[in-house]
């Protein structure tokens, strides 16, 4: 399973950045070209490279590496296999063609995002450069902590004689999640998944089953395309089948303990699934998912009252579903399991769907008996995540979770430079697909459509053809109203809980959210630490006059109470919408 979103349970040893001034004796170079082809042979296949090209893209980086030669660098991601990877393999790749050491180290989200908060309080390195959520694109440049300004800049500054020819930035499928609102890039992605649906297709396809939910419900049992649907499926496998092959089934799994890990269920975009917010890509403009107004790229509230939609009727019906289906549909145990607990009892084969499950849980899916068939296919199935009642087409469906190489300005500019070419290398397309084929998470638009990922594709059970589908673009991280990730995400979980536990209603929970979301901007606005970009705090006015004013201006957020939140349910057969999407790579405008 992987370890996300671990509770700190003590604090991480650290290197310390800036140690990379001792310079040692390092390959000559036709022992790098020899290390060049070593790996282009041995381990970086395949590419969407031919192996000339890479040894042309790895000599790019033997001859620019020269002046860093013998360096040792420090940097930290958080705990996934996918950095795993790189700590373990590209890192001693990366010395050996390039002479530079670099220590990667791995440690829980919570506490990198601790570490990062520190370091851009201080202003002194921790870490020479750091892999840190897209979640953040609404902080760093709000708080001007980027070297040379941003990335962009960097590339085209400091950074242009170590940037690579190569890099083609167009081909990065998340390129728009690093990219702020003046249009520059701030953060390089190097790995990303989403939040799907996730499913039992073997119980689907029993006829049995379809008969019975069809002659209840008046719809086919499938993919649910809207929340009635999900909610109707749920309380058929639970209340009505109760049993499969004879062990007791549910028809839901989530988790509900007052833990960190319940708030980054809710800023992972379960509003904009409910149908919070409005319209745009990747967040909507100008409340996005987080209920945050933008207004001339300042944040001016999230509270109805300030134009907001935190603690909308969108947002309430959100946390009032989350928890009727916990109670009602989950094991009794999720409720007091936290993040980590709750991951593997999918694989313990009696869930028959999931309706946020994270991608990035894909391998180790595939490795749970229970829900894998002899051939080494899954019995299980991801597909796009149903809408609530308050979606409308044009918003943003599900969060998709983007690591990206992130360049502080604290750093010595060697270090940061030297540090660029390893964070380039490790997206590199000589490394690219075999990462994505080791790893399952896929960056690059060319190694998508790659034949070895067709090939792949039907024992991942859909993340193939999901990230080469249309609905991919729906899939989003944090976007740039959040001026202040860290600080503002630590507010969710515990208004979140305050619900689940019954202490409060749904409604008091968000209005406690929103509250606190507020406070903090309304601190950053006084401080002036984030100068001209930080918030500029709307007046409070009646939630009437923001109905009025969004109707007025075209927008949905905040939208007025629904008198009728469960329409009928929808669903399409997974089969059917797999050979809906696309088969061959989009045209290149």
């Known amino acids: 399973m992987v370890d996300r979103r671990q509770v700190i349970k003590g604090a991480a040893a650290l290197g310390v950045a800036g140690a990379a001034g001792v310079i040692k004796p390092t390959p000559s170079y036709a022992q790098k070209v020899d290390a060049a082809k070593k790996w282009v042979d041995a381990e970086f296949q395949p590419s969407t490279l031919s192996k000339d090209e890479q040894m042309a893209e790895l000599e790019w980086f033997i001859n620019a590496a020269k002046p860093y030669a013998g360096m040792n660098l420090s940097c930290v991601s958080e705990s996934l296999k996918v950095h795993d990877y790189e700590s373990q393999v590209l890192t001693k790749a990366f010395a050996e063609i390039t002479g530079i050491q670099v220590k990667h180290d791995i440690m829980d989200e919570g506490a990198l995002v601790d570490k990062i908060g520190v370091e851009m ?56 999640f690093g990219t702020f609102t003046d249009g520059k890039l701030y953060q390089l992605p190097d790995q990303q998944f989403a939040n799907l649906y996730w499913f039992r297709y073997d119980w689907f396809q029993r006829p049995e089953l379809k008969q019975r939910f069809k002659a209840k419900y008046g719809y086919e049992l499938g993919v649910p395309v809207n929340w009635s649907a999900y909610e109707d499926i749920a309380d058929f496998f639970t209340n009505d089948v109760k049993e499969i092959d004879g062990q007791k089934v549910y028809g839901h799994m989530d988790y509900g303990k007052k833990d960190p890990s319940l708030g980054w269920r809710f800023t ?82 009696h869930v028959a769907q999931q309706i946020f499950w994270y991608s990035a849980f894909t391998d180790s899916a595939r490795k749970a008996e229970a829900v894998m068939n002899p051939d080494g296919t899954p019995k299980w199935r991801m597909a796009p995540s149903p809408h609530g009642a308050y979606w409308k087409d044009g918003m943003k469906l599900g969060y998709q979770d983007v690591g990206c190489w992130t360049m502080l300005k604290y750093a010595p500019m060697p270090n940061i430079k030297a540090g660029w070419l390893y964070a380039q290398f490790t997206t590199s397309k000589t490394v690219s697909l075999k990462k994505a084929l080791t790893t399952l998470h896929l960056i690059r638009e060319s190694d998508v459509w790659h034949p070895a990922m067709t090939e792949l594709a039907p024992k991942v059970g859909g993340l193939v053809e999901f990230y080469r589908s249309p609905a991919r673009k729906q899939w989003t991280p944090t976007g740039v109203n959040v001026p202040d990730y860290a600080k503002m995400s630590q507010v969710w979980w515990q208004n979140i809980a305050n619900a689940i536990s019954g202490q409060v209603t749904p409604q008091a929970a968000m209005d406690g959210l929103a509250r606190d979301q507020d406070a903090i901007m309304t601190r950053l606005e006084k401080s002036g630490v984030q100068g001209k970009l930080g918030p500029k705090m709307n007046k409070e006015m009646t939630a009437e006059y923001w109905y009025d004013r969004a109707e007025k201006d ?21 089969d059917t919408l797999i050979k809906s999407w696309p088969s061959t790579p989009p045209k290149k405008a």
């Open 554 to 574: 075209g927008n949905l957020a905040p939208q007025r109470k629904l008198a009728n939140e469960k329409p009928q349910g929808e669903t399409v057969d997974y």
């Open 268 to 349: 992972d975009a379960w509003l904009s699934m409910a149908g919070a917010g409005d319209r745009g890509l990747p967040n909507g403009k100008p409340v996005d998912e987080w209920g945050i107004r933008l207004e001339n790229g300042l944040p001016v509230g999230s509270s109805i009252t300030r134009g907001g939609d935190a603690n909308g009727p969108a947002a309430v019906y959100a946390l009032t579903k989350y928890i009727d289906w916990l109670k009602k549909y989950a094991p009794p145990e999720a409720a007091g399991m936290d993040f980590l607990e709750s991951g593997p009892v999918v694989g313990q084969g």
């Open 121 to 176: 309080q201080s202003g002194r390195p921790i870490y020479d450069f750091w892999m840190n959520d897209s979640d953040f694109i609404g902080t760093h440049p709000r708080y001007n902590d980027i070297v040379d300004g941003s990335l962009t800049d960097f590339m085209a500054n400091n950074g242009k004689d170590v940037t690579s020819p190569t890099l083609d930035l167009n081909d990065f499928m998340g390129l728009s």
